[in-house]
T-cell receptor, first 114, second 113 residues
Framework: AQSVTQLDSQVPVFEEAPVELRCNYSSSVSVYLFWYVQYPNQGLQLLLKYLSGSTLVKGINGFEAEFNKSQTSFHLRKPSVHISDTAEYFCAVSVLYNFNKFYFGSGTKLNVKP | DVKVTQSSRYLVKRTGEKVFLECVQDMDHENMFWYRQDPGLGLRLIYFSYDVKMKEKGDIPEGYSVSREKKERFSLILESASTNQTSMYLC????????????FGDGTRLSIL
């Protein structure tokens, strides 16, 4: 079975500071990894995905994430955050041959302060 | 761009009512999903469908049913609404192959009084 853990439920950070949102997963098979962002009263929007190849993936809005197979992690980073990055962020995994079912973490609320 | 449209943004119903939530996607996706989202619990899968008239239970199917008569439309049905079904409901769709992103609607915030 697959599971996803986002250790930080809330992350406060000042504008223009760097941020890292942590995601760890467990799976007995190879996984595909995703980060989504949810702004208030909206659905989820894809930030980036890792399918294979280079372990560093770049996404929209200046975000990037690094896949670490030995650590079973897929942490999300941004070198300098903006007020507009205030949102909730979800990590998700899926596996091959499983109807593209996703397993989501419980989310991390990023609060960017001026 | 993929568009997933949920019929209502906000809905208020009474205990015991039969409630229908509708979702339509415009990209000919094979898979469609219904989730509920509650604070601190993330997204939990209620049901999904991988083809017309095909459905599979997710992690929390109790009290819900679904219908997929056409490829583009996936309906979630609360047979007899209860207050513990007050939540945000999110619909998503994706291509059938593994590794494809899911595309989400804007959600329906459902209140059961």
């Amino acid at each position: 079975a697959q599971s996803v853990t986002q250790l930080d439920s809330q992350v406060p950070v000042f504008e223009e500071a760097p941020v890292e949102l942590r995601c760890n997963y467990s799976s007995s098979v190879s996984v595909y990894l995703f980060w989504y962002v949810q702004y208030p009263n909206q659905g989820l929007q894809l930030l980036l995905k890792y399918l294979s190849g280079s372990t560093l993936v770049k996404g929209i809005n200046g975000f990037e994430a690094e896949f670490n197979k030995s650590q079973t992690s897929f942490h999300l980073r941004k070198p300098s955050v903006h007020i507009s990055d205030t949102a909730e962020y979800f990590c998700a995994v899926s596996v091959l041959y499983n109807f593209n079912k996703f397993y989501f973490g419980s989310g991390t609320k990023l609060n960017v302060k001026p | 761009d993929v568009k997933v449209t949920q019929s209502s943004r906000y809905l208020v119903k009474r205990t015991g009512e039969k409630v229908f939530l509708e979702c339509v996607q415009d990209m000919d996706h094979e898979n469609m999903f219904w989730y509920r989202q509650d604070p601190g619990l993330g997204l939990r899968l209620i049901y999904f469908s991988y083809d017309v008239k095909m459905k599979e239970k997710g992690d929390i199917p109790e009290g819900y049913s679904v219908s997929r008569e056409k490829k583009e439309r996936f309906s979630l049905i609360l047979e007899s609404a209860s207050t513990n079904q007050t939540s945000m409901y999110l619909c998503a769709s994706s291509l059938g192959r593994g590794g494809q992103p899911q595309h989400f609607g804007d959600g329906t915030r459902l209140s059961i009084l």
